[in-house]
C-alpha cells in the first residue's frame, strides 16, 4: 500500500513538472520581441507670417469716382492715395489678399476702426464707418458680401482669404462743397489660434 | 561629500536649463501676433454738373460761303451757308466738352431733316433736287458716328465735325434759289 502510494505520489510530481516544464515552455514560446526603429524626427521650427500679399492694389471704380492706388508696405499697412466721390453710388473698392505664409494658425483678437479726422461719424464699429456722405467696409470675398471680419475668425498656416475695402458715396445728396476725409482706417490684429 | 556636491551640480543644471526653455517659450509666444493696418484719404467733392460746346473752327471747298455759328455754352445757332456747285462744302470743327465732375451719356440726338424751299417757276423741282443732294453729317471727327450712351466722362472733350456738303456726284443744280432749313441737331446728356 505504501509503496503504492508512493508511486502514485512519484508519478503525481513527475506529471506536474513536466506539466510546469510545459507550460514555462509553452509560454516561452508565446513571446516575441518587438522592435521599433526610429529613423529621422526633425522638428520644424514653428513660424508666424500673418501679412497682405503683394505691394499695390488698383481701385475699381463705380460712377464717377477716381480711385487712388492703395500701396502695402512691409506687407502689414495698406495706405490708400487721395480718392474722389461726387455723388450717390461712386464707389471704389480694393481686393486685398489676407495671407498666413506661417505654419501657426492664428485667429483675428481685433478689429477697430479708425474715424476720419474732424468729421463725425453715425457709425464706427468692428469694419464698418459710416462718417458724413462716406460710407467704408471691410468685407470678405465680394465687394457686395455681407460676411464681414470679425474676432474669431481664423486664418490656417497656408491660408490665404481676400478681403474687399469699399469706400462709397453713400449719402441721399450731393456736397454743396468739398470735404475731405483723412486719415479713416482700420486695424486688424491677429494672435494665435 | 562628493556625491552630494555632484546631486547639487545636476539639480542647478536641471534649474538653469528649465529657466532657458520657460525663456525661450515666453519669447516665441510673445511674437505671435500682427497688427494690420488699412489707413487713407478721401475727398467728398461737391457735385458740379457742366456740359457744353467749346473750339469752333470752319472751313470750305470750292465756292462755298459761311457765316460761322454763333457759339454759346450749350448752342451753336444762326449759322448759314451757300452752295453753288457740285462738291461745295463746308465744315465745323468744335468740341463737346464735360468740365464738370460727374460723368455723362448721351442720352438722345436728334438731326434734322432739310426742309426745301425752291423760288420761281421750278420751285418745286428745286426743292426735290436740292433735298435729294444735300449732304448733312455730324459725327466724331474720327469718323465714328455720334449714338446714343455714347460717353463724355468728367473733365474730358471729344472732337466733333459738322459738314454740309452739295453732292459732288451729280450734275444737277437747280435753276432758282433754293434755301434749305432743319439743319439742326439737339443732343441731349445726363449723367452716366
Known sequence: ?193 | MKTEAKEKEVKTIAIIAIVVAVVGISIAYAAMTTTLKITGRANMNSANWNIEFQSLTAEKTGDAVYTAPTLAATSLSNYSVTLTKPGDSVTFKFKLANTGNIDAKLKTITKGKPVCIGTGESADDDENLVCQNIIFDFKYQDGKPIVENDSLNQQTTKDVILTIEYNNNTNNLPKGHVTVNGLDVVMLYEQA
Open chain 1, 1 to 193: 500500500m505504501r509503496a503504492k502510494n508512493r508511486e502514485m505520489m512519484l508519478l503525481i510530481i513527475a506529471i506536474l513538472v513536466v506539466f510546469v516544464i510545459g507550460l514555462s515552455v509553452v509560454y516561452a514560446s508565446l513571446s516575441q520581441n518587438l522592435t521599433v526603429k526610429f529613423g529621422n524626427v526633425i522638428q520644424e521650427s514653428a513660424k508666424w507670417g500673418v501679412k497682405f500679399q503683394g505691394t499695390s492694389v488698383t481701385g475699381s471704380k463705380t460712377g464717377s469716382a477716381t480711385c487712388g492706388t492703395a500701396t502695402i508696405s512691409n506687407s502689414t499697412t495698406v495706405t490708400v492715395a487721395k480718392t474722389t466721390l461726387t455723388k450717390p453710388g461712386d464707389k471704389c473698392s480694393y481686393a486685398l489678399t489676407l495671407e498666413n505664409s506661417g505654419t501657426i494658425a492664428a485667429k483675428i483678437s481685433e478689429v477697430t476702426p479708425t474715424r476720419p479726422s474732424g468729421i463725425t461719424c453715425a457709425t464706427a464699429s468692428g469694419p464698418t464707418l459710416v462718417c458724413g456722405l462716406a460710407t467704408y467696409k471691410l468685407r470678405y470675398d465680394s465687394a457686395t458680401s455681407s460676411t464681414q471680419p470679425a474676432v474669431g475668425n481664423t486664418l490656417n498656416g497656408g491660408a490665404t482669404k481676400t478681403l474687399y475695402l469699399t469706400i462709397e458715396f453713400s449719402g441721399s445728396t450731393t456736397s454743396s462743397s468739398d470735404v475731405t476725409h483723412s486719415g479713416f482706417g482700420f486695424t486688424i490684429k491677429y494672435e494665435q489660434y
